[in-house]
């Protein structure tokens, strides 16, 4: 039992933040992370963070985004929106390019085993081919 609320999740005392969102309701949100102590107090030792989100609508779907804004503003974050916003879904279709490129190299095209498939009658259909 001991051992079981030793993997409880806890939070940091240290790391917490009051989260405020801002958005336009048109592109996306810009959310202001302002540092707290335990308390609830304003921690002027650590900085504001600015996090943008925003949606790109896909053919496979909506791909939701989550960006940084080196901000120290909200003027500057709204600033910065959308030119991080473009850098994240560039970003995102690299990834999206480098797993489909995995995919596609982690094929396993039979070659031995298929030619005994088709020697079995019929015309067989297990010999995947590469172009």
Do not use: C, H
């Amino acid at each position: 039992m001991n051992q079981e609320s030793s993997q409880e999740p806890r939070m940091d005392p240290l790391a917490l933040y009051r989260e405020e969102v801002f958005t336009d309701q048109k592109v996306g949100t810009i959310r202001r992370m302002t540092p707290v102590t335990a308390d609830g107090a304003d921690d002027p030792s650590r900085p504001v963070l600015f996090l943008g989100q925003a949606t790109v609508m896909t053919p496979m779907g909506s791909l939701p985004l989550s960006f940084e804004l080196a901000a120290g503003t909200l003027t500057e974050a709204v600033a910065q929106f959308g030119p991080a916003a473009q850098r994240a879904v560039e970003d995102a279709a690299r990834e999206i390019q480098e797993m489909r490129r995995q995919a596609a190299s982690s094929i396993v095209i039979p070659e031995a085993g298929a030619a005994a498939i088709k020697g079995m009658g019929g015309k067989g259909g297990g010999g995947i081919q590469m172009p």
